[in-house]
Nanobody
């Protein structure tokens, strides 16, 4: 069992930055792919980024490439999402998710693949 708790969301102006954190419970954190998804009102939940068990491989949605960075610290059981050059369209509820095993695959992109989810943290970008 893995419990995930997100933090770091808030209100920021367009062009600004935020860092989201997701703290995981359990001793097997390093066994999981970790990902960030987001869901805006009226839209489906969509992947933002994912990272393999050791941080060696990452994937990003096209809309955030070059602006967002996902990274993890297995010693702290935490995954992060550094967001820069934020846009109004980045406004959403951001969720942390975990998938076992820890290797990225074609299914990494799909929410139904993930075993555990956090409660979400709101990111609002103002113009």
């Amino acid at each position: 069992q893995v419990q995930l708790v997100e933090s770091g969301g808030g209100l920021v102006q367009a062009g600004g930055s935020l860092r989201l954190s997701c703290a995981a419970s359990g001793r097997t954190f390093s066994s999981y792919v970790m990902a960030w998804f987001r869901q805006a009102p009226g839209k489906e939940r969509a992947i933002v980024a994912a990272i393999s068990w050791n941080g060696g491989n990452t994937v990003y949605a096209d809309s955030v490439k070059g602006r967002f960075t996902i990274f993890r610290d297995n010693a702290l059981n935490t995954v992060y999402l550094q967001m820069t050059s934020l846009k109004v369209e980045d406004t959403a509820l951001y969720y942390c998710a975990a998938d076992f095993p820890g290797r990225l695959s074609d299914s990494t992109w799909y929410a139904h693949e993930y075993d555990y989810w956090g409660q979400g943290t709101q990111v609002t970008v103002s113009s």
